[in-house]
T-cell receptor
Framework: AQKVTQAQTEISVVEKEDVTLDCVYE???????LFWYKQPPSGELVFLIR??????QNEISGRYSWNFQKSTSSFNFTITASQVVDSAVYFC????????????FGTGTRLQVFP | SAVISQKPSRDICQRGTSLTIQCQVD?????MFWYRQQPGQSLTLIAT?????????ESGFVIDKFPISRPNLTFSTLTVSNMSPEDSSIYLC??????????FGPGTRLLVL
């Protein structure tokens, strides 16, 4: 069965520190999609990135980078030089090609960045 | 990505009453979804809103409690019926865009007293 595990419930860092949010997934499908979403205190869910299972290239977008490793079923998210505005709950999610309507979320990691 | 709006953004309701949440998209979309996020929890899919047919509900959610309408390809409503304090949650609608990506509305924060 499909599952997403975010073992880190809460992380606290001081501004300018680098921080990595872990995501481990389980699926029996060979074709699947992985996502990261950000939920700031206001509550909306902001899409950050989508990765399909055939694309293991790491991605960098400004201070954000993602490391996808099929060998360890992980899709980790790193924020470089964190800022107070990065404080939010971050969700990793999975959908399988046979049922892309169904988005399976992890339990989320709450990141607090202190000035 | 589509622009999604929800009304109301928040509400405080008395137990036993019902609340209807609206979700509006600025473009036509095939798939619309409704999620619940209980306090401090992750998101759980309530149902898929199908245009022209009944919604498809996930296990644990029933039409009598969460009736859904989808009159056209840009609009859907979710009603939370006969509310109890356990229904206090954030309710989010989403649409499926390009690349099987779901984009979410701003959410409706519901507190039931």
């Amino acid at each position: 069965a499909q599952k997403v595990t975010q073992a880190q419930t809460e992380i606290s860092v001081v501004e300018k520190e680098d921080v990595t949010l872990d995501c481990v997934y389980e699926t029996r499908d060979t074709t699947y999609y992985l996502f990261w979403y950000k939920q700031p205190p206001s509550g909306e869910l902001v899409f950050l990135i989508r990765r399909n299972s055939f694309d293991e290239q790491n991605e960098i977008s400004g201070r954000y980078s993602w490391n996808f490793q099929k060998s360890t079923s992980s899709f980790n998210f790193t924020i470089t030089a964190s800022q107070v505005v990065d404080s939010a709950v971050y969700f990793c999610a999975l959908s399988e090609a046979r049922d892309t309507d169904k988005l399976i979320f992890g339990t989320g990691t709450r990141l607090q960045v202190f000035p | 990505s589509a622009v999604i709006s929800q009304k109301p953004s928040r509400d405080i309701c008395q137990r036993g009453t019902s609340l209807t949440i609206q979700c509006q998209v600025d473009s036509q979309v095939t798939m619309m979804f409704w999620y619940r996020q209980q306090p401090g929890q992750s998101l759980t899919l309530i149902a898929t809103a199908n245009q022209g047919s009944e919604a498809t509900y996930e296990s644990g959610f029933v039409i009598d409690k969460f009736p859904i309408s989808r009159p056209n390809l840009t609009f859907s409503t979710l009603t939370v019926s006969n509310m109890s304090p356990e229904d206090s949650s954030i309710y989010l609608c989403s649409v499926q865009g390009l690349g099987e990506t779901q984009y979410f509305g701003p959410g409706t924060r519901l507190l039931v007293l």
